[in-house]
T-cell receptor, first 114, second 116 residues
Framework: AQSVTQLGSHVSVSEGALVLLRCNYSSSVPPYLFWYVQYPNQGLQLLLKYTSAATLVKGINGFEAEFKKSETSFHLTKPSAHMSDAAEYFCAVTFTGGGNKLTFGTGTQLKVEL | AAGVIQSPRHLIKEKRETATLKCYPIPRHDTVYWYQQGPGQDPQFLISFYEKMQSDKGSIPDRFSAQQFSDYHSELNMSSLELGDSALYFC???????????????FGPGTRLTVT
C-alpha cells in the first residue's frame, strides 16, 4: 500500500530562517506527490505537485520540493520563513491505478517566531 | 478563479439525525472526492465520483451515501449520526485522471459538522 510519513508533527522556525518539512513515501509503483497547506478553519490549498516530470518542483509562496527516489523523499523547503507561513502542511500521495484518491500524511504544524 | 463550493459551512445535528452536505465542483471538473478530517487528524478519503458513477470508495460508513448529479455537483448524505461523525468534511474536484497521469485536486473550504 502507498503511504507517506511526515517526520515532526510540530516544527518551529524563526522568521527569515530556512523552512524544512520532511516527507517520506512508500510506494511500489511510481507515485504522484503533493504538498497542501491548511490555515486554521480553512480548506486545503495545493502548494506544489510532483508528477514525474522535473524532480525539483517549485510551488506557490516561495516553496519548493525535491523528489529523491533513492531516499524515497519529497521534502518541502522555503529559504526564508515569513509569519504568514504559519499553518499545517500535509504531504499526500496517489499513484497510477489508484483512482486518484489522496493518502495524506499526519501533517506538520509550522510555527514561525519573531 | 472559481473554486469548489461547499454548503453549508457549519452544521449542528443531534445524534441519530440525518445531514446532507453539498459540493459544487470547479466548472469543467468532472470528478468529485469526499474526505473526512477528524479533530487533529489528517483527511481520510471517503468516496469519489466520475460522470455520476462511483469511481472509488474508501473508509465510508454504511450509514453514509453519496451521489453525483448531471450538473456534476455532489451530495453526501449521512444518517443515524453519531458523536464520532463530528468532523470537517471536504469536497475536492479535479479533471478525470488519465491512465498514467494524475490531476491535482482542488479542495473546498469544508463543512464543519458537529453532532451533539
Amino acid at each position: 500500500a502507498q503511504s507517506v510519513t511526515q517526520l515532526g508533527s510540530h516544527v518551529s522556525v524563526s522568521e527569515g530562517a530556512l523552512v524544512l518539512l520532511r516527507c517520506n513515501y512508500s510506494s511500489s509503483v511510481p507515485p504522484y506527490l503533493f504538498w497542501y497547506v491548511q490555515y486554521p478553519n480553512q480548506g486545503l490549498q495545493l502548494l506544489l505537485k510532483y508528477t514525474s516530470a522535473a524532480t525539483l518542483v517549485k510551488g506557490i509562496n516561495g516553496f519548493e520540493a525535491e523528489f529523491k527516489k533513492s531516499e524515497t523523499s519529497f521534502h518541502l523547503t522555503k529559504p526564508s520563513a515569513h509569519m504568514s507561513d504559519a499553518a499545517e502542511y500535509f504531504c499526500a500521495v496517489t499513484f497510477t491505478g489508484g483512482g486518484n484518491k489522496l493518502t495524506f500524511g499526519t501533517g506538520t504544524q509550522l510555527k514561525v517566531e519573531l | 478563479a472559481a473554486g469548489v463550493i461547499q454548503s453549508p459551512r457549519h452544521l449542528i445535528k443531534e445524534k441519530r439525525e440525518t445531514a446532507t452536505l453539498k459540493c459544487y465542483p470547479i466548472p469543467r471538473h468532472d470528478t468529485v472526492y469526499w474526505y473526512q478530517q477528524g479533530p487533529g487528524q489528517d483527511p481520510q478519503f471517503l468516496i469519489s465520483f466520475y460522470e455520476k458513477m462511483q469511481s472509488d470508495k474508501g473508509s465510508i460508513p454504511d450509514r453514509f451515501s453519496a451521489q453525483q448529479f448531471s450538473d456534476y455537483h455532489s451530495e453526501l448524505n449521512m444518517s443515524s449520526l453519531e458523536l464520532g461523525d463530528s468532523a470537517l468534511y471536504f469536497c475536492a474536484s479535479s479533471l478525470f485522471w488519465l491512465a498514467g497521469g494524475s490531476y491535482e485536486q482542488y479542495f473546498g473550504p469544508g463543512t464543519r459538522l458537529t453532532v451533539t
